[in-house]
């Protein structure tokens, strides 16, 4: 069965170093959402694709990360510097024409 | 801007019994409602999707209602299992490839 899959499964890193996160939707899928889920809360959308443009990317910390798609494929979300509130589970999800959405196993970030 | 809640935050319920679990939305121009579930530390598993046209859609042991005019749909799972325990998300796009708005979920519990 076609699944979203993301790496790493976790991740640990100091405050002020680099992170990147990585999602590879299924196959076919033009639209690729980027979401935050802080533990107890529901996600919250950082950024969205189609294909390998930004539809979306209004609640995204420009500051500090960035997501692209660069051949409309697989997308790449990178926090620098991170900081202690960035600790949360990163989902990537994907849906083919506006229809049902699909969701990776996540990574769960700790920024100690 | 859309609001979408999920009450009671947390419910135990003894083995067998049907789990009724509540949706609020405040804006009723939604293209489709999604109910999904996630294990702890892991990702979101799509159980049912409802289009804004639908007035239910079932799949086994759950059945899922939409009542757009009072901003509500209700999950309701059948004869309860220990399986059955983990958080429940329901999340709703305003339009065709929209982001997801999700609500806080709820956090269920079967004992055997």
Redesign the interface.
């Known amino acids: 069965e076609a699944e979203?899959a993301?790496s790493p499964r976790y991740k640990i890193t100091e405050k002020s170093q680099a992170v990147a996160f990585w999602c590879d939707p299924i196959s076919g899928h033009a639209?690729l959402?980027w979401y935050r889920q802080i533990l107890?809360?529901?996600?919250?959308?950082l950024v969205?694709f189609?294909d390998e443009s930004v539809?979306?990317d209004s609640q995204l910390p420009k500051d500090r990360f960035s997501a692209e798609r660069l051949k409309g494929v697989d997308s790449t979300l990178k926090i620098q510097p991170a900081e202690l509130g960035d600790s949360a589970?990163y989902?990537c999800?994907s849906?083919l024409?506006?229809?049902?959405?699909?969701?990776?196993?996540?990574t769960?970030l700790t920024v100690v | 801007k859309q609001e979408?809640t999920q009450i009671p935050a947390a419910l135990s319920v003894p083995e067998g019994e049907n789990l009724v679990l509540n949706c609020s939305f405040t804006d009723s121009a939604i293209?489709n409602l999604?109910w999904?579930r996630q294990d702890p530390?892991?990702?979101?598993?799509?159980l049912l999707?409802i289009q804004s046209s639908q007035r239910e859609q079932t799949s086994g042991r759950l059945n899922a209602s939409l009542d757009k005019s009072s901003g509500r749909s209700t999950l309701y799972i059948a004869a309860s299992q220990p399986g059955d325990s983990a958080t429940y998300?329901c999340?709703a796009?305003k339009a065709?490839?929209?982001?997801?708005t999700?609500?806080?979920?709820t956090r269920v519990l079967v004992k055997p």
């Open positions: 979203v993301q639209t959402y107890g809360q529901g996600p919250e959308l969205q189609q539809v979306d589970m989902l999800a849906s024409a506006a229809t049902e959405a699909f969701f990776g196993q996540g769960r | 979408v293209y999604q999904f530390g892991k990702g979101l598993t799509s999707l998300l999340a796009p065709a490839g929209n982001k997801l999700f609500g806080g979920g």
